[in-house]
């Protein structure tokens, strides 16, 4: 079983739809989690980042975070086409020092006009 | 605006030959630097951990050997690879951790470098 489960997709929207995407884990000392976008070919760039259980939210960008049912999520309100990309869910826990990133395969978001 | 560059952002070469790629951290220091390999249409897998005056980290499975690691300065890491041969082409990017100024801190990652060898 892999520590960080997320579902590949492709998820296809209309765009101004609302799009959740999801990643369940399995390691119960994850303390930290991000949301990152990746365009295609291009380096992930940090969306969101939240620490322990919540809500966070950043303009169209809302994420949450369940920690008893080891479930985040992240949702875009409004969606733009230029929202298409794949969006990667990260997660790390406190060990000392600087954290190691566990990715998820990555959501690929294709939202057409 | 880029927080960590990479160079070259793409090179092709020739089986058997070295590759370099550099990684910085700009407008900050980076004592802590990470490499990830991530094939087409997977995610991104850790293969080292950089560390400014130590040898570098590897996880299991990566070859120390053919991927050499080399943390010169606060700002600068690179990855050599050794000997490439086609199954190394890959898609290679860097992070840096940027301290927030508690115990959390923040991972930007550099653009990536495209590695291609025939």
């Known amino acids: 079983q892999k520590e960080v489960e997320q579902d590949p997709g492709p998820l296809s929207v209309p765009e101004g739809a609302i799009v959740s995407l999801n990643c369940t884990y399995s390691?119960?000392?994850?303390?930290?989690f991000m949301w990152y976008r990746q365009y295609s070919r291009k380096g992930p760039e940090l969306l969101m980042y939240?620490?322990?259980?919540g809500n966070k939210e950043d303009g169209r960008f809302t994420a949450q975070v369940d920690k008893s049912s080891k479930y985040i999520s992240l949702f875009i309100r409004d969606s733009q086409p230029s929202d298409s990309a794949t969006y990667l869910c990260a997660m790390s826990r406190h060990s000392g020092g600087y954290n190691k990133l566990i990715f998820g395969a990555g959501t690929r978001l294709a939202v057409h006009p | 605006g880029a927080v960590v560059s990479q160079h070259p952002s793409w090179v092709i070469c020739k089986s058997g030959t070295s590759v370099k790629i550099e990684c910085r951290s700009l407008d900050f220091q980076a004592t802590t630097m990470f490499w990830y390999r991530q094939f087409p249409k997977q995610s991104l897998m850790l293969m080292a951990t950089s560390n400014e005056g130590s040898k570098a980290t590897y996880e299991q499975g990566v070859e120390k050997d053919k991927f050499l690691i080399n943390h010169a300065s606060l700002t600068l890491s690179t990855l050599t690879v050794t000997s490439a041969h086609p199954e190394d082409s890959s898609f290679y990017i860097c992070s840096a951790p940027r301290a927030s100024g508690s115990d959390t801190d923040t991972q930007y990652f550099g653009p990536g470098t495209r590695l291609t060898v025939l």
């Open positions: 390691n119960s000392a994850f303390q930290y």
């Open positions: 939240t620490y322990s259980s």
